[in-house]
């Protein structure tokens, strides 16, 4: 059964700084890896997917890599600022196109 | 509409009482999929549907738990005698159905509370 660990469960850092937040998972027969962000009380909303055979993924200040044989992906997150905090949310894609999810990193950034 | 939308946001009842959740999916979108997520835990997958029928159903915990889609787009999720473990948000997610490259898109979820 795959499983997916998050670490760190929960972080808080002063704004500007440089932050990496780490997930793996126990079986590499994934089709992709997604990291979602969740603010309270709301839903997923997604912020990169990796596909099984890339090695990461880009957007903005984000950037997800993904080392498939290892089992692992990183989010790192560039010059982070107060609106960054949320819930962090890695996930990989199984056969059946089921999501399997961590529990989470919860952010906080300070200003 | 311009996402998934789901009815009611909140939803308190009684252990023992039946409810049902909807789930609004994206226009167009063929794969519809609903997730539970207990407090500070990572969603766990429930069902998946592409189009009217139940592909995966694996993940429903007990035969209180039923969810239907009787035309391809709309979606109900029905729980009988409500158990105070049933307690969580429940999460629906859309997505084209093309393939497995496909982001899936949440709906801000129903939070259900049985007392």
């Known amino acids: 059964k795959q499983e997916v660990t998050q670490i760190p469960a929960a972080l808080s850092v002063p704004e500007g700084e440089n932050l990496v937040l780490n997930c793996s998972f126990t079986?590499?027969?994934?089709?992709?890896l997604q990291w979602f962000r969740q603010d309270p009380g709301k839903g997923l909303t997604s912020l990169l997917l990796i596909q099984s055979s890339q090695r990461e993924q880009t957007s903005g200040r984000l950037n997800a890599s993904l080392d498939k044989s290892s089992g692992r992906s990183t989010l790192y997150i560039a010059a982070s600022q107060p609106g960054d905090s949320a819930t962090y949310l890695c996930a990989v894609m199984e056969y059946g196109n089921k999501l399997v999810f961590g529990a989470g990193t919860i952010l906080r950034v300070k200003s | 509409g311009a996402g998934v939308s789901q009815t009611p946001s909140n939803k308190v009842t009684e252990k023992g009482k039946y409810v049902e959740l909807r789930c609004d999916p994206i226009s167009g979108h063929t794969a519809l999929y609903w997730y539970r997520q207990s407090l500070g835990q990572g969603p766990e997958f429930l069902i998946y549907f592409q189009g009217t029928g139940a592909a995966d159903d694996s993940g429903l915990p007990n035969d209180r738990f039923f969810a239907v889609r009787p035309e391809g787009s709309v979606s109900t999720l029905k729980i009988q005698r409500t158990e105070r473990g049933d307690s969580a948000v429940y999460l629906c997610?859309?997505?084209?159905?093309?393939?497995?490259?496909?982001?899936?898109?949440f709906g801000p979820g129903t939070r259900l509370l049985v007392l």
């Open positions: 079986d590499s027969a994934i089709y992709n």
């Open positions: 997610a859309s997505s084209t159905g093309t393939g497995k490259k496909e982001t899936q898109y």
